[in-house]
């Protein structure tokens, strides 16, 4: 069993900043990507913020130079430092990760969500 648990999300005005975290936890063997998706009522899950491995890190272009993803492989943690935040941020964030399990497993698994609300 894997599961993923996010914190930080909350309410924030717009310029402000919010610092999101997830850890992942269970039979975990490695981790191959991680990501934060973002969902508003009606529309899909986007991808805003992903990190591979080994570092490598990709973001839409919505929340380049204000987002900044990062992990910690010792701890399988990753966060989401969101600065100069603006009302179009708002939404349901996701953490996502692609993990190998102890038994060689692979798994494709989701956090519960964590809304962040950008408002004055």
């Known amino acids: 069993q894997v599961q993923l648990v996010e914190s930080g999300g909350g309410l924030v005005q717009p310029g402000g900043s919010l610092r999101l975290s997830c850890a992942a936890s269970g039979s975990i063997f490695t981790i191959d990507f991680m990501g934060w998706y973002r969902q508003v009522p009606g529309k899909g899950r986007e991808l805003c913020a992903s990190i591979f491995e080994g570092g490598d890190t990709n973001y839409v272009d919505s929340v380049k130079g204000r987002f900044t993803i990062s992990r910690d492989n010792a701890k399988n943690t990753v966060s989401l430092q969101m600065n100069s935040l603006k009302p179009e941020d708002t939404a349901v964030y996701y953490c996502?990760?692609?993990?190998?399990?102890?038994?060689?497993?692979?798994?494709?698994?989701w956090g519960q969500g964590t809304r962040v609300t950008v408002s004055a």
């Open positions: 996502y990760a692609t993990i190998r399990t102890i038994a060689r497993t692979y798994l494709e698994v």
